[in-house]
């Protein structure tokens, strides 16, 4: 089991890894103007994106299997987890949509400023500190 949750967390901090990066990038690419480094920086995100999808569906796997070992308990004591599962979700949701906003800007079809990019790249900050207070501290 202790192995299992291991490779979970080593799986959720690489996915984290690129759910903070690839924002980044599209803070760069809604500033950019040489040619040049728009093809670059769409390089990244596709290269980032392609890499980021499956280490996402590792961590959820993992996930699921150290679920498995508390027999898919939701019962009293772990309202903590139906709130993490929630942001898993929402987490998955802002996933698929930064594959759309590389897929735009890849498009050229952005119409956001490096402004939006910068708040939007804040968000996962947010839900890593919200999921990691509900797992080790377990409030609820
Ligand atoms: C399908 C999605 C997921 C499921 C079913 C799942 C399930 C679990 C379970 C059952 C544990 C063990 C809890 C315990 O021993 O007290 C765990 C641990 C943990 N999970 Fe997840 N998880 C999922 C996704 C995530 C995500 C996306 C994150 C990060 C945002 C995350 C962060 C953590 C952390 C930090 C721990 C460590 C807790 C400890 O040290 O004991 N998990 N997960």
Redesign the pocket.
């Known amino acids: 089991?202790l192995w299992v949750?291991a490779f979970?967390?080593i799986f959720?901090i690489s996915?984290?890894a690129g759910l903070f990066y690839l924002p980044r990038i599209f803070v760069n690419q809604a500033m950019a103007t040489q040619p040049a480094e728009i093809e670059r920086l769409g390089l990244m995100t596709r290269k980032l994106y392609r890499f980021m999808t499956p280490i996402?569906g590792l961590?959820?796997?993992?996930?699921?299997?150290?679920?498995?070992?508390?027999d898919?308990y939701l019962g009293p004591g772990w309202v903590w987890?139906h709130i993490?599962?929630t942001?898993?979700a929402f987490?998955i949701a802002y996933h698929a949509w930064c594959g759309k906003i590389y897929r735009d800007f890849a498009a050229g079809k952005n119409t956001r400023s490096h402004v939006w990019y910068r708040v939007f790249n804040e968000i996962?900050v947010l839900?890593?500190m919200?999921?990691?207070i509900l797992?080790?501290v377990?409030p609820f």
């Open positions: 089991m949750k979970h967390l959720v996915w984290f996402a961590a959820l796997i993992f996930g699921i299997w150290t679920w498995a070992y508390y898919f987890m993490k599962l942001l898993v987490l996962p839900v890593l919200a999921v990691v797992v080790i377990k």
